[in-house]
């Protein structure tokens, strides 16, 4: 399979040459097992202009210093654990924090209430043991186990939806940076470079609460909703640019103003009130994230391109803002009819109409 033809290409494939310029011309010193130095992991994330004009682009719009000290934390004995409302780049950062210290973002468990202790230890090729006995041939090594190998950063995806006693096999490893085979009276100690970046929805809390000796070993960085409108529409536009390039979807003009308004309408919907302060409104169930408005655009893009004469209308924004919304078929329907009366109808009048022929 050709290169062009993988759908998502991990973070180090696809942007090897930003990774490859920041590792030649960083000069800092880099701890032990790291492709670069702390600061030019920082700078891969915010973005930053390389003195050979190499330009790297911004993976995370938002505090630059939230960021610092999520790389800080990596560099020391303590894990990562990245918190956050669902759609605050949780995933995104830490698939980017693990392509640029370890050159490999894919040493990934995905937590689920299934999740067992297998994916955080290893487990057995059952043929193979069954033939020769427990032996390191027989043995499935988790992406855990890997990354202790090989000194690289494991990333743990949604930690609290892991069953507790699951979550417990993790204590060990960062506690002793060590994984025990009693089967071969062997272990797996961690190689300097290792380490583990977790993330969490704060709306999860209470499924599987995180043992207190669990969070111990943690450093947490909450990653807030963007912090001002402008910020929301520079997430939205960078990262609809590069979706659509990504997916192939011929070239859609997308006018500045449906990015605005959509933002607008996930921002007034996710506070509660009008950005000028004057209207209060009633807020959906759903989470009104960013990544969500995201997909409004990208859907109302595919519709414009492939139905429509190529540019994005307020018809293609409004069937995707319905689904985005419209979480709940009763509760949420009766808030969406509400906003589109009181505040969509003055404003403007295009999405009006569209939202009224639905
Ligand atoms: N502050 C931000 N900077 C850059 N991208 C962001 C930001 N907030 C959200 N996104 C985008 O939102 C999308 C969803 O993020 P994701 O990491 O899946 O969220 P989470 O894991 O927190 O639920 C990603 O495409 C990401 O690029
Ligand atoms: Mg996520």
Known sequence: MTE?????????????????????????????????????????LMGETLDDGKV???????????????????????????????GTAKTWVSEHLAAAVSGDST???????????????????????????????AMVPSPVMRAMGEGRIARV??????????????????????LPIPEL??????????????TANDRDRGVNELSSALRRRFNTVVLPPPATHDEEVEIVR??????????DLPDAITADDEINRVVTVFRELRRGVSEDGKTKIK?????????????????????????????????????????????????????WQEYVETVVKDRWRGLYRSCRSL
Do not use: C
């Open 185 to 198: 009276d062997d272990e797996v100690q961690a190689v300097k470079g290792f380490n583990v970046i977790a």
């Open 107 to 137: 040493l990934l468990v995905q937590g689920t209430a299934g999740t067992d202790e297998t994916a955080i230890r290893y487990g057995w090729n059952y043929a193979r043991l069954l033939a020769e006995g427990p032996s390191h041939s």
């Open 238 to 247: 960078s990262r609809v640019a590069s979706l659509g390039q990504a997916l």
């Open 283 to 335: 807020t959906p169930s759903g989470t009104m994230s960013t990544a969500e408005a995201i997909s409004v655009l990208i859907n109302g893009i595919a519709l414009a391109a492939h139905f429509g004469d190529g540019s994005l209308r307020a018809d293609d924004v409004a069937a995707g803002l319905v689904g985005a919304i419209v979480k709940d078929p009763v509760q949420d329907r009766v808030v």
């Open 157 to 178: 995806e949604e930690l609290t939806r892991i069953p507790s006693d699951v979550q417990d096999a993790l204590i060990t490893v960062l506690s002793e940076k060590s």
């Open 56 to 86: 790297i682009t911004a993976k995370y719009i938002g505090s630059r210093r939230l960021i610092e000290i999520a790389v800080a934390t990596l560099a020391t004995d303590r894990a990562l654990l990245l918190l956050g409302m669902p």
């Open 4 to 44: 062009t033809e993988i759908l998502r290409p991990h973070a180090e494939e696809l942007y090897a040459d930003e990774l490859e310029a920041l590792a030649r011309t960083d000069r800092r010193t880099r701890p032990p097992s790291w492709k670069l130095s702390p600061w030019a992991v920082v700078a891969y």
